[in-house]
């Protein structure tokens, strides 16, 4: 079984989520026998169809446009049994770029117009290449995706073989959600070798594949606190990933989360502690964390018996988590205060690191 699979997605490998779903379909399709061509449609030239019908007059069946479409893709694509059209969700459908693949594929039909099934529709001149569609979005509600689906389902038909559909995408790279990232993994793999040794996907698969990467709330809260600190900062997402900052929290649950999120697992080992934050001005109350042989639990409220309390304003506190100030220094300045065991205060920055 020849698979042509097609990846729209502008970002890189590694960062486009589209292309990391892509990835273990097609290693999954492989491991069934398949011989799979991947390819980034960042990296070609595909112009828009400009409708002027010289592929069903002139030169039957051959574009007008010479580029990567009529010189490569489109004759690849008509070899292939399957085509996979893999993209990131663009306001609420596939993006531009797939798009207009889709559309540079018109030499497949001819111009006349017939009725089939009730349904207006050309006469194929070539068998087109069954159809997997796989799409990621940011926003994590699976009803997103019913509009590509409702526009795949019509302009595939019978040959639609799968549809793939991960929503809250982006948080498939969080460092907390690694295993659950490797489970879906497996799951998009395991659909690969359905889809080439049964033409489908089955309901146990797709539910893995589909199934809630944590709590939806907390997704909400840190990616907005992500985008006000790319704000603040005038960075690209990228940028800020690069320059390992950390997003700063607004909030008494955000900054569990983010203290949760940078926790280094590996040097609290045998450690047993617990420290409470109080924090002042703008936000105000207190949170601690259970530290227990390398794990963490945060908690919201005062603890019973905490071996470290720090209090602080909460802007003072962002501003060292954040980077924006020097602990140590504010500590001489006695910009905070401590209580308890200072040695967990001097280990912070070993046992949380840059999240
Ligand atoms: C122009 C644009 C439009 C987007 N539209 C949507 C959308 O309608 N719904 C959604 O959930 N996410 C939307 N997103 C977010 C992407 O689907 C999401 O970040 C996805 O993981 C990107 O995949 P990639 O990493 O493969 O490029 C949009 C992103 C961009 C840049």
């Excluded at 070609?44 to 010189?71: A, E, L, Q, S």
């Excluded at 990621?136 to 038909?157: E, K």
């Excluded at 100030?325 to 040695?343: C, I, N, R, V, Y």
């Amino acid at each position: 079984m020849k698979v042509i699979a097609f990846n729209s997605s502008p970002r890189a490998e590694g960062v486009s989520k589209t292309g990391i779903m892509l990835d273990a379909l097609v290693e999954g399709m492989r491991r069934a026998g398949a011989e799979v061509e991947t390819i980034a449609l960042r990296k070609k030239k595909i112009n828009n169809c400009i409708g002027c019908y010289t592929c069903w007059t002139r030169t039957p069946g051959v574009c007008v446009h010479k580029d990567d479409m009529t010189g490569e893709l489109f004759p690849k694509w008509l070899e292939a049994d399957i085509a996979v059209y893999a993209t990131p969700l663009y306001f609420y459908t596939m993006n531009a770029s797939l798009k207009a693949l889709i559309e540079r594929t018109l030499p497949f039909v001819q111009p006349f117009i017939t009725r089939v099934a009730g349904r207006l529709s050309h006469p194929l001149r070539h068998n087109p290449p069954k159809a997997v569609v796989l799409s990621v979005a940011g926003f994590t509600d699976p009803l997103i995706f019913d509009q590509l689906s409702g526009y795949v389902n019509f302009v595939f038909r019978n040959g639609l073989v799968a549809e793939i559909y991960r929503p809250g995408a982006e948080m498939l790279t969080w460092p907390e959600y690694a295993r659950t990232k490797e489970s879906i993994l497996e799951a998009v793999a395991l659909a690969g070798c359905e889809i080439v040794q049964s033409g489908k996907v089955s309901p146990e698969t797709m539910e893995r594949i589909t199934r809630p990467v944590g709590d939806l709330d907390s997704f909400t809260a840190m990616a907005n606190i992500f985008w006000q600190s790319c704000i603040r900062e005038g960075v690209t997402p990228e940028e800020f990933w690069e320059r390992n900052m950390v997003p700063r929290p607004d909030s008494i649950p955000t900054f569990m989360m983010v203290m949760s999120r940078g926790f280094k697992p590996e040097r609290a080992e045998k450690l047993n502690a617990v420290m409470q934050f109080t924090f002042s001005g703008g936000v105000e109350g207190s949170c601690h964390f259970l530290i227990d042989d390398g794990k963490i639990e945060a908690k919201e409220g005062a603890a019973a018996a905490p071996d470290l309390i720090v209090e602080s304003s909460f802007d003072t506190w962002m501003d060292v988590i954040t980077g924006k100030a020097d602990g140590q220094q504010l500590f001489m300045e006695q910009k905070f205060k401590t209580s308890g065991d200072l040695m967990l205060l001097l280990r912070m920055q070993e046992l949380f690191g840059r999240p």
